[in-house]
């Protein structure tokens, strides 16, 4: 999977406005429209200083709005902060249209912010660290039928969480393959 990086720090140090924030997510949907299909948009916040939510909502939020409600198949976006703090408010914005985005911070460790229920954080947090999983690899480490496996794994795909193949089986029917957007030692 392809990923391309988007500084943000481009539209100011200090980002605030929503008006900064529709210009920020114009040059995030172009950059997003230009992927190929799998391909990763890592918007960077390196060289911010404050990120508002206001910025935040319409540069990073919308774009996965439109993402989740099915614009531009099979691209992901993601954000790498390189501390923790500018994360707040894009975070808040995301679990207020209960969306979810994976953050890398700081290269070293990751997390979903917005909201996602325990059960697909776990499930998530088992494809990160294992790079992939189908959904029989799910629902033996994670103790679940592999309908629930095959349910989370379509959940995370929809949440633009992970990428999914569906391939068929030998033995008839479809398995679903989840495959992380990010790896677990050095970020997207």
Not at 141 to 159: D, Y
Not at 161 to 173: N, S, Y
Request: glycine share 10%.
């Amino acid at each position: 999977m392809k990923t391309r990086t988007i500084l943000l720090a481009q539209f100011g140090a200090r980002v605030g406005t929503r008006g900064e924030g529709r210009a920020a997510g114009r040059a995030v949907w172009a950059e997003l429209a230009s992927l190929p299909a799998e391909g990763i948009l890592a918007a960077d916040l390196a060289g911010v200083e404050v990120l508002s939510g206001s910025f935040a909502d319409e540069a990073l939020v919308e774009p996965v709005a439109r993402l989740v409600a099915g614009e531009l198949p099979e691209r992901y976006l993601l954000v790498r902060a390189p501390r923790d703090d500018l994360l707040e408010d894009l975070g808040a914005k995301v679990a207020q249209r209960k969306l979810a985005l994976l953050a890398v911070v700081d290269g070293k460790e990751w997390r979903a912010l917005g909201r996602l229920p325990p059960y697909l954080e776990e499930s998530l947090r088992w494809i990160v660290a294992h790079g992939e999983a189908t959904s029989r690899d799910l629902a033996g480490a994670l103790g679940v039928s592999p309908r629930a496996a095959a349910t989370r794994i379509a959940q995370l795909g929809e949440l633009r969480l992970v990428h999914v193949v569906p391939r068929p089986r030998p033995v008839g029917g479809v398995e679903h393959h989840a495959r992380s957007l990010i790896s677990v030692d050095w970020g997207p």
